[in-house]
């Protein structure tokens, strides 16, 4: 199928994202949202009003031309933050809450783990776990961890 931008985006003075649609409508204060931001993120992209109204669906950021994905990706990295964890360094305890160190694509962080629930199973292999402030952290594929985070991984899950 042959995708036509029907709509331009361009970023006011405010730093907000300003959508104009092929009728000639004025959205301001538009955020982009990713369908599936773990399993697929270049998939399925979806421009939202403020009042969570989508405006319009890329199926892929190479349908729209190279400004407006540059807006688009610039805007995502603003708002999304889930550093990926490459290494678990060290826990405080077994029980919880525990304190982890890790490394991730960020670098190194301790963070404090509530509780086993704050850890999510997605698609395997990946995980989610969730800090004591709610920031989330990625694990892509817990068997590609070395034998010393999969022990100590496999002691919570």
Do not use: C, Y
Not at 15 to 20: F, H, I, K, N, P
């Amino acid at each position: 199928m042959n995708f036509a931008q029907t709509f331009t985006l361009v970023r006011n003075p405010f730093g907000r994202l300003v959508l104009t649609d092929a009728q000639g409508g004025v959205h301001e204060h538009v955020i982009p949202v990713r369908a599936f931001p773990i399993t697929s993120p270049e998939s399925g992209l979806s421009l939202v009003s403020s009042d969570g109204h989508e405006l319009a669906w890329i199926d892929t950021l190479d349908q729209v031309d190279a400004a407006t994905r540059r807006l688009i990706e610039e805007e995502l990295a603003s708002r999304e933050f889930m550093p990926e964890i490459q290494r678990i360094v060290s826990v405080s305890t077994f029980a919880t809450p525990s304190d982890w160190t890790v490394q991730t694509t960020r670098g190194t962080t301790t963070f404090t783990l509530k509780g086993e629930e704050d850890i999510r199973r997605l698609a395997a292999p990946a995980l989610l776990i969730a800090d004591s402030h709610g920031i989330q952290f990625l694990i892509r594929d817990q068997k590609a961890l070395d034998k010393h985070s999969r022990k100590i991984l496999d002691r919570f899950l």
